[in-house]
């Protein structure tokens, strides 16, 4: 049994209790997971950057951090350089990663799982973590990214975003007017929430029914669903095109599945669903909806990326 903190301490020990500029760094912390997890797509990876951009202020020596006029700027600066070091490197690796690669889905605060029980520890959920936008963040190049990220999502200026990205500020302006585009392009739903949910009810009651027809009748003739397994889990390499062929692979896919159990759930701040078995969480589905129709299903399958769902 541990003995509970005393009013004031933390797990950074009793001088935090007297150290406002600590306690203002330390709380810098859930901006800088935000950050990350909206340029990497990945929580495991934004909590590296996190992790890695405190190790490189706590190098410097107290004169040099006393020296820094806004910690949380700087600590932000260097959260950026740190993704956009990784976004450069990500390429290859997901060239080598088995199957498709979706972004790490995240559950609604009051549904999330894991050992994870500080609110600093989770993204905030708003329409910037919707799926269908970071799918398209995906296709951008790591500069136009941070640049879109930083300015659009986080309103910094872009002469701060020339200092990451080592650009000039006009340089930056077009990399997010670039980016914007691509957004513009691929917009995701502007449906209300409610009446995703209705839809997405129905393709869950069609696929629990075994009802093939149901399930075409609610995809868009030209709908793709898009599986990541990792390799660690068995699934579908590349994505499925059409409202029969994704509707036949699914029904093909519970009946397959013994006990297989469907949870509407909120995948990113969207209506979602999750598949579990005995329990436990196996798959996580994001749709986009577009004209009453699902358009896009993306399922993660991937163990390493629902920690927070088990």
Not at 28 to 46: C, F, K, P, V
Not at 230 to 253: C, K, S, W, Y
Request: proline share 6%; glycine share 8%; aromatic share 6%.
């Amino acid at each position: 049994m541990t003995t509970p903190p005393a009013p004031g301490d933390n797990e950074l020990g009793p001088s935090a209790r007297v150290d406002p500029a600590l306690s203002a760094i330390i709380s810098e912390r859930q901006q800088l997971l935000n950050l990350g997890y909206r340029l990497l797509g990945s929580l495991a990876e934004a909590e590296d950057v996190v992790q890695e951009t405190y190790a490189r202020w706590y190098a410097m020596s107290a004169r040099q951090r006393q020296a820094i006029e806004s910690p949380g700027a700087w600590l932000t600066t260097v959260a950026g350089r740190i993704c956009l070091d990784l976004l450069g490197s990500a390429r290859a690796r997901r060239e080598r990663y088995v199957g498709a690669w979706i972004p790490e889905p995240l559950p609604d605060r009051a549904e999330w799982g894991g050992t994870t029980a500080d609110p600093a520890d989770r993204v905030t959920l708003d329409e910037s973590v919707d799926m269908a936008l970071l799918v398209v963040l995906e296709s951008m190049t790591p500069a136009e990214r941070v640049a879109f990220v930083l300015h659009d999502v986080f309103r910094y200026p872009f002469a701060e975003i020339a200092e990451i990205v080592g650009r000039t500020p006009a340089a930056c302006r077009q990399l997010a007017s670039s980016a914007r585009r691509r957004v513009r392009v691929a917009r995701p739903s502007t449906h209300p929430a409610a009446h995703r949910a209705d839809i997405i009810r129905a393709f869950k009651m069609a696929w629990e029914a075994g009802d093939i027809d149901a399930l075409i009748d609610v995809l868009a003739p030209d709908a793709t669903a898009t599986a990541d397994g990792g390799g660690l889990v068995r699934g579908i390499r590349r994505p499925l095109n059409g409202a029969d062929q994704i509707a036949r692979f699914f029904i093909d896919r519970a009946s397959a599945a013994a006990g297989l159990a469907l949870l509407e759930r909120t995948v990113n701040g969207q209506p979602g669903l999750a598949a579990q078995i005995d329990g436990v969480t196996v798959t996580v589905m994001a749709f986009d909806v577009t004209d009453d129709r699902i358009r896009r299903v993306w399922a993660v399958l991937n163990p390493a990326k629902l920690g927070p769902w088990l």
